[in-house]
């Protein structure tokens, strides 16, 4: 979560602000400081910040609602008032003054922003979307408008729409890992979605039976899956990704063999497929066959020039064979279109090592300890704080 004053001051309250507002339960003026009354208006915001920045979201809270009670209309005290009693997950209680933040300045982008995850937290996901569309309508680029409103448009059903959303987050983001998490299940509804209607039409067809392997798989039923895809495969034999759906199926269980020859059938079929000679390629190279891994991971390179792991791959083999220029070669082009993968630089390492090359082989070895150390550091984190998946 970006802090308070990042997101331009935006605090929330679930009260209206009118006279009962500014009292506490005994009916008397809430202080901001235990023994002490501020002695004006600056006061009465220096200490809110000053809570804010302790993390005391309470006493933030009744210092904004002191503000609050001689200057009802102030848009962005409310906006910081609405998000203090977010951060404390009083969602309700955040409710009222961002919905009347924005009646007040309707440009206030992180009231809209936090009023629509407040309605999604409570389950008022239609108000959430209009929050959302609100917040980008001021701020297009906001990653986590786009990530809440595509969370919202999922919690609805509208998993395409949610998708799409969720697509336009962008890599890089802190919330890039979760849209990418929401992603899988949107795809998930979605296929589940469409199944439930080829069912209906025609329960024995091929891609009814597709249909379920691939949602059998995505509940971790691989056994089922695998004869699901059969069954479509026995209604139509030249089905596309069949095979590699049983492929990676028996992938997924240790079952290389298996898997190797699924591809192959899928390749028989579809010579093109760069996901099946990638994996064919990976295979020979776990048998030690690093010349038949070359011939496969060579054509899956020239398919999909894009693949990090296919030039990693096809360098290992190069390693494997002795060529080390080539090996060199096709490490380089694995990280460069992965930076942060230290399996390649560890690759790269050795293959200056075996060289004579100590000054670059030592830089590599320094980069993926540095890479190693971030990807350890990151888990930790991710395991501190959880993710908003953790949190619905």
């Known amino acids: 979560m970006k802090s308070i004053h990042s997101l331009g001051g935006c605090l929330c309250l679930t009260l209206t602000?009118?006279?009962?507002?500014?009292?506490?339960?005994?009916?008397?003026?809430?202080?901001?400081?235990?023994?002490?009354?501020?002695?004006?208006?600056?006061?009465?915001?220096?200490?809110?910040?000053?809570?804010?920045?302790?993390?005391?979201?309470?006493?933030?809270?009744?210092?904004?609602?002191?503000?609050?009670?001689?200057?009802?209309?102030?848009?962005?005290?409310?906006?910081?008032?609405?998000?203090?009693?977010?951060?404390?997950?009083?969602?309700?209680?955040?409710?009222?003054?961002?919905?009347?933040?924005?009646?007040?300045?309707?440009?206030?982008?992180?009231?809209?922003?936090?009023?629509?995850?407040?309605?999604y937290r409570v389950a008022r996901f239609e108000k959430a979307l209009v929050a959302l569309r609100g917040a980008l309508r001021i701020k297009p680029d906001l990653s986590e408008a786009h990530f809440w409103l595509g969370s919202t448009l999922l919690a609805l059903g509208k998993n395409e729409d949610a998708a799409v959303e969720l697509e336009t987050v962008p890599t890089g983001s802190s919330e890039r890992?979760?849209?990418?998490?929401?992603?899988?299940?949107?795809?998930?509804?979605?296929?589940?979605?469409f199944?439930?209607?080829?069912?209906?039409?025609?329960?024995?067809?091929?891609?009814?039976?597709?249909?379920?392997?691939?949602?059998l798989a995505w509940r971790g039923q691989g056994q089922k899956a695998i004869l699901e895809y059969r069954k479509a495969l026995e209604r139509k034999p030249d089905l596309e990704g069949a095979h590699r759906g049983i492929a990676d199926l028996y992938w997924e269980q240790g079952a290389l063999g298996r898997a190797s020859k699924e591809y192959e059938a899928e390749l028989r079929l579809f010579p093109l497929d760069d996901h099946s000679q990638l994996?064919?390629?990976?295979?020979?190279?776990?048998?030690?066959?690093?010349?038949r891994a070359i011939q496969y991971l060579g054509l899956a390179g020239r398919v999909n020039m894009n693949s990090a792991q296919g030039y990693r791959a096809l360098g290992q083999a190069w390693v494997e064979r002795g060529d080390l220029a080539k090996a060199e070669s096709s490490l380089k082009a694995a990280s460069r279109r992965d930076p942060l993968d230290p399996i390649s630089h560890r690759w790269l390492a050795e293959v200056y090592r075996r060289t004579g090359s100590p000054e670059l082989a030592g830089s590599e070895y320094r980069l993926v300890q540095q890479l190693s150390a971030n990807e350890k550091e990151a888990g930790s984190q991710k395991s501190g704080t959880g993710s908003r998946k953790d949190a619905r």
């Not at 190279?285 to 690093?290: F, I, K, P, T």
């Open 17 to 119: 602000l009118g006279p009962m507002v500014a009292r506490s339960a005994s009916g008397a003026m809430p202080t901001c400081r235990q023994g002490s009354s501020p002695a004006g208006d600056e006061d009465w915001l220096a200490q809110a910040k000053e809570a804010e920045t302790a993390q005391d979201f309470a006493q933030a809270a009744r210092c904004y609602v002191g503000f609050l009670t001689k200057h009802p209309g102030r848009a962005d005290i409310l906006q910081r008032l609405g998000l203090v009693y977010y951060l404390s997950n009083r969602f309700e209680t955040a409710i009222p003054p961002l919905e009347r933040a924005l009646e007040l300045d309707r440009h206030q982008w992180g009231a809209a922003l936090f009023l629509g995850i407040c309605d």
């Open 195 to 215: 199944y439930e209607r080829i069912e209906k039409l025609n329960p024995d067809s091929y891609r009814a039976h597709q249909l379920e392997a691939e949602s």
């Open 279 to 291: 994996k064919v390629g990976e295979y020979w190279l776990a048998q030690g066959n690093g010349g």
């Open 177 to 193: 890992t979760d849209a990418e998490y929401m992603l899988a299940q949107a795809y998930r509804k979605a296929a589940e979605s």
